[in-house]
């Protein structure tokens, strides 16, 4: 198991910038991916980006270019870098971990709001 706990969100102007960060319990070397998830109010969960413990990177294409994820596997943290910020990126957005190949199990953090104003 791995518990994960997000930071960082928060009220920010369009065009601005926040970083995310994710912690997790455990190291995260060795789990397949990690990634960022959003849900904004009367919408379905969507896939943010992710990246897989050998680092290759997965983004939605509405993130792509303004978006970057990264990770320190030292730290056992996984940060989401978001800049050039718009209302439409505003939702809650959670960390997730699949942990296992055969059959991967998915676990998430509590969640962080991010606010984009016009």
């Known amino acids: 198991q791995v518990q994960l706990v997000e930071s960082g969100g928060g009220l920010v102007q369009a065009g601005g910038s926040l970083r995310l960060s994710c912690a997790a319990s455990r190291s995260i070397s060795s789990i397949n991916a990690m990634g960022w998830y959003r849900q904004a109010p009367g919408k379905q969960r969507e896939l943010v980006a992710t990246?897989?413990?050998?680092?290759?990177?997965n983004y939605v294409e509405s993130v792509k270019g303004r978006f970057t994820i990264s990770r320190d596997n030292a730290k056992n943290t996984v940060y989401l870098q978001m800049n050039r910020l718009k209302p439409e990126d505003t939702a809650v957005y959670y960390c997730n971990a699949r942990v296992g190949l055969v059959r991967p199990n998915d676990y998430w953090g509590q969640g962080t709001q991010v606010t984009v104003s016009s």
């Open positions: 990246m897989s413990s050998g680092g290759s990177t």
